[in-house]
């Protein structure tokens, strides 16, 4: 048999940066997002006599994977075998498998690549076992989440949160939605100044949040407040809200970032430039817009579609040429083909 599924990036309102537990990727905090309606990845999953791990690019052409990603989708299946134990769905998914991944998103711009990928992998396992356990949302989550964090947020339609929980069970962290993509139209215009490679990754980063003495106090402030304040703000639709909370949450885990040890950089001079710019058409023309920054340099201009058109000026191809522009709008989440 074979089952194949589709998933989408998500931009972060309140960022997820750091765990309470590595190996299972339980976060330390609270964090927020909106799904993205575009660009895609889709994955199958079938029987296989062995373990066989493709990728693919948009056009077809097969990407060679390195030990170092083979190593993970391992892992991944593995931690996700040990879930299935826990709700007495062991012996479900086999150990030989054949997954043939294709995605459509650009590498290294700044879309959340991973987050598509795996929440696209554990809807693709819930299809696949769904003739002998039916999973429910927040435990196809909790799959997804084992393979990159912000995985269980792609889950869902529209808006959802990732719920930190406590202790560490495997299932302790899950995903909830919040609205549907139908509750508020939000647009996101992804300005990427490089395509370079990030030095550090996301997952290495999360390791090293614990060494900023800001870190403590990021994760008192997201749980005692701008968790809250986003979801108020989503669902209430107060935009004004909404941009400062998720400005704040930004710019607070990049001085988290440039505060570890080793610090890590990951804001651009160009990436500065943008901010201003955007800052300063915002406040002349008074355009509900707000900006936010995952870990690199890309910009995401998150607004309401009565800016549409300014937003379109301002990201046309001559006033950012030196920069890739990439357009979404909110979306739904992780399907069944």
């Given at each position: 048999m074979n089952t194949t599924a589709v998933s989408f990036p998500n931009i972060a309102f309140i960022k997820y940066w750091?765990?309470?537990?590595?190996?299972l990727r339980l976060p330390a905090a609270d964090s927020l997002s909106m799904t993205l309606d575009r660009p895609s990845v889709e994955i199958t999953l079938s029987d296989a006599d062995r373990l066989s791990i493709r990728s693919f690019e948009a056009d077809g052409k097969e990407k060679i994977l390195t030990?170092?990603?083979?190593?993970?989708?391992?892992e991944t299946?593995?931690?996700?075998?040990?879930?299935?134990?826990?709700?007495?769905?062991e012996g479900t998914l086999p150990e030989t498998l054949s997954l043939e991944i294709r995605s459509h998103i650009p590498?290294?711009?700044g879309l959340a690549s991973s987050a598509a990928v795996f929440s696209c992998l554990a809807r693709a396992v819930q299809g696949f076992i769904s003739d002998k356990t039916r999973l429910t949302e927040e435990q196809t989550s909790v799959l997804a989440r084992l393979g990159s964090g912000s995985a269980a947020r792609s889950i869902f339609d529209g808006y959802a949160a990732l719920l930190a929980g406590s202790g560490n069970d495997i299932d302790a962290a899950v995903g909830k939605q919040i609205a549907d993509e139908s509750h508020w139209t939000l647009y996101d215009f992804v300005i990427i100044p490089s395509t370079h490679e990030k030095k550090?990754?996301?997952?290495?980063?999360h390791a090293l949040a614990h060494t900023s003495p800001l870190f403590d106090q990021r994760v008192k402030?997201?749980?005692?407040?701008?968790?809250?304040?986003?979801?108020?703000?989503?669902?209430?639709?107060?935009?004004?809200?909404?941009?400062?909370?998720v400005e704040e949450d930004a710019l607070d885990?990049?001085?988290?970032?440039?505060?570890?040890?080793?610090p890590l950089k990951y804001l651009s001079e160009e990436t500065h430039r943008i901010l201003r710019e955007i800052t300063s058409l915002r406040e002349e023309r008074h355009l509900p817009v707000l900006y936010t920054m995952d870990a690199g340099p890309t910009v995401h201009l998150i607004f309401e579609e009565s800016a549409l058109g300014e937003m379109k000026q301002f990201t046309d191809i001559q006033k950012q040429k030196r920069c890739l522009i990439f357009e979404a709008k909110v979306g739904k989440g992780a399907y069944l083909k």
């Open positions: 750091g765990n309470r537990n590595n190996a030990e170092k990603q083979i190593s993970r989708w391992k299946l593995d931690l996700m075998r040990s879930s299935l134990g826990t709700i007495g769905a590498p290294s711009v550090v990754g996301s997952t290495e980063g402030d997201i749980t005692e407040r701008r968790q809250p304040q986003c979801i108020d703000a989503v669902l209430r639709k107060d935009f004004e809200l909404l941009q400062q909370v885990m990049h001085a988290v970032m440039e505060s570890s040890t080793p």
